[in-house]
Protein backbone atom coordinates (compact mmCIF):
# COMPACT_ATOMS: atom_id res chain seq x y z
CA UNK A 1 0.00 0.00 0.00
CA UNK A 2 1.16 3.30 -1.21
CA UNK A 3 1.57 5.96 1.61
CA UNK A 4 -0.39 8.92 0.83
CA UNK A 5 2.01 11.26 -0.53
CA UNK A 6 2.80 8.52 -3.29
CA UNK A 7 -0.84 8.60 -4.52
CA UNK A 8 -1.09 9.53 -7.80
CA UNK A 9 -2.95 12.61 -9.09
CA UNK A 10 -6.24 12.52 -8.70
CA UNK A 11 -6.58 9.58 -6.74
CA UNK A 12 -8.70 11.06 -4.00
CA UNK A 13 -12.63 11.69 -3.89
CA UNK A 14 -13.02 14.73 -1.02
CA UNK A 15 -10.03 13.14 0.87
CA UNK A 16 -11.46 9.73 1.39
CA UNK A 17 -8.94 7.97 -0.66
CA UNK A 18 -6.12 9.60 1.99
CA UNK A 19 -8.65 8.02 4.71
CA UNK A 20 -8.54 4.52 3.21
CA UNK A 21 -4.33 4.84 2.69
CA UNK A 22 -3.81 6.19 5.26
CA UNK A 23 -5.52 3.71 7.43
CA UNK A 24 -4.37 0.93 5.80
CA UNK A 25 -0.58 2.04 5.92
CA UNK A 26 -1.03 2.36 10.09
CA UNK A 27 -3.43 -0.58 10.51
CA UNK A 28 -2.02 -3.61 7.83
CA UNK A 29 1.60 -4.58 8.16
CA UNK A 30 3.84 -3.06 6.25
CA UNK A 31 7.64 -4.13 5.68
CA UNK A 32 9.02 -1.77 4.02
CA UNK A 33 8.87 -0.45 0.16
CA UNK A 34 7.01 -2.18 -2.54
CA UNK A 35 9.05 -4.61 -4.56
CA UNK A 36 9.99 -2.67 -8.07
CA UNK A 37 7.95 -4.94 -10.40
CA UNK A 38 6.47 -2.12 -12.20
CA UNK A 39 8.95 -2.41 -15.07
CA UNK A 40 8.80 -5.84 -15.68
CA UNK A 41 5.09 -5.56 -15.52
CA UNK A 42 4.74 -2.81 -18.11
CA UNK A 43 7.22 -4.89 -20.64
CA UNK A 44 5.24 -7.71 -20.27
CA UNK A 45 1.78 -5.75 -21.22
CA UNK A 46 3.87 -4.27 -24.30
CA UNK A 47 5.30 -8.03 -25.54
CA UNK A 48 1.47 -9.59 -24.99
CA UNK A 49 -0.22 -6.34 -26.91
CA UNK A 50 2.59 -6.95 -29.62
CA UNK A 51 1.69 -11.13 -29.75
CA UNK A 52 -2.00 -10.33 -30.16
CA UNK A 53 -1.28 -9.03 -33.55
CA UNK A 54 -0.36 -12.32 -34.73
CA UNK A 55 -3.14 -14.13 -33.77
Given at each position: ???????????????Y???????L???????????????????????????????
Open positions: MLPTDQLPDGAQANGAKYVADNYKFFPNFGPAAPIQDGVNRNIAEIDKNLDRV
